[in-house]
């Protein structure tokens, strides 16, 4: 299994700041994903980041609004740039990991943004 | 590409009642389902998946559920609720078990137990 701390929890952010999303995991994974949740919706994938590798986005994400760093196997950054109001939402961390004979993803709490 | 769709935004259901919520996946392929559950402030928690084999899939919290092919649906059952089980319900599909190439979510059900 894998247990992933993310850090902060929580941040209020003046509009046009940035916010960098610090995601550690207890044991080392090849693949590590950033997720965004808005009020009130399900989860979407913003990238997959890999170890020694620049992040893959989905479509609508781009590097320059979402910098990602991965610089080794337990530790990933997400950066929310120039921020704004519809930037508020929870930043979740997932990992693909093995429990017992398979592959599982596992999440973090969530950063929860608030935009002002 | 891949979808889900909870046509249910939120489900009341009295407290030792029947639960079923329900899942629709559109996949060119042989899916990967999975319930999650996210409680208010926690981190998503798997619920149960299916890869393959049998279509009806434990899980845990006394929660199962039915892969239908003939009708692209996932569909997430409980005999009798709890009021713990108060939460928001996530079916998300992927292309390889596990989720290890990201997942796809539904928008989620929210579930209220009534007492």
């Known amino acids: 299994s894998a247990v992933i701390s993310q850090k902060p929890s929580r941040d209020i952010c003046q509009r046009g700041t940035s916010l960098t999303i610090q995601c550690q995991v207890d044991s080392q994974v090849t693949m590590m994903f950033w997720y965004r949740q808005q009020p009130g919706q399900s989860l979407t994938l913003i990238a997959t980041?890999?170890?020694?590798?620049?992040?893959?986005?989905e479509s609508g994400f781009v590097i320059d609004k979402f910098p990602i760093s991965r610089p080794n196997l337990t530790f990933s950054t997400l950066t929310v740039s120039n921020l704004s109001p519809e930037d508020s939402s929870i930043y979740l961390c997932?990992?693909?990991?093995?429990?017992?004979?398979?592959?599982?993803?596992?999440f973090g709490q969530g950063t929860r943004l608030t935009v002002v | 590409a891949q979808s889900v769709t909870q046509p249910d935004i939120h489900i009341t259901v009295s407290e030792g009642a029947s639960l079923e919520l329900r899942c629709n996946y559109s996949?060119?392929?042989?899916?990967?389902l999975f319930w999650y559950v996210q409680s208010p402030g926690q981190g998503l928690q798997l619920l149960l998946k299916?890869?393959?084999?049998?279509?009806l899939v434990q899980g845990i919290k006394g929660f199962e559920a039915e892969f239908k092919r003939s009708q692209s649906s996932f569909n997430l059952r409980k005999p009798s609720v709890h009021w713990s089980d108060a939460a928001e319900y996530f079916c998300?599909?992927?292309?390889?078990?596990?989720?290890?190439?990201?997942?796809?979510f539904g928008k989620g059900t929210h579930l209220i137990i009534q007492p």
């Open positions: 980041a890999n170890q020694g590798s620049e992040a893959t986005y």
């Open positions: 998300a599909v992927g292309c390889s078990g596990g989720g290890a190439d990201g997942l796809t």
């Open positions: 996949y060119g392929a042989t899916p990967y």
């Open positions: 997932s990992v693909a990991a093995m429990l017992a004979l398979n592959t599982e993803a596992f």
């Open positions: 299916y890869f393959s084999g049998d279509t």
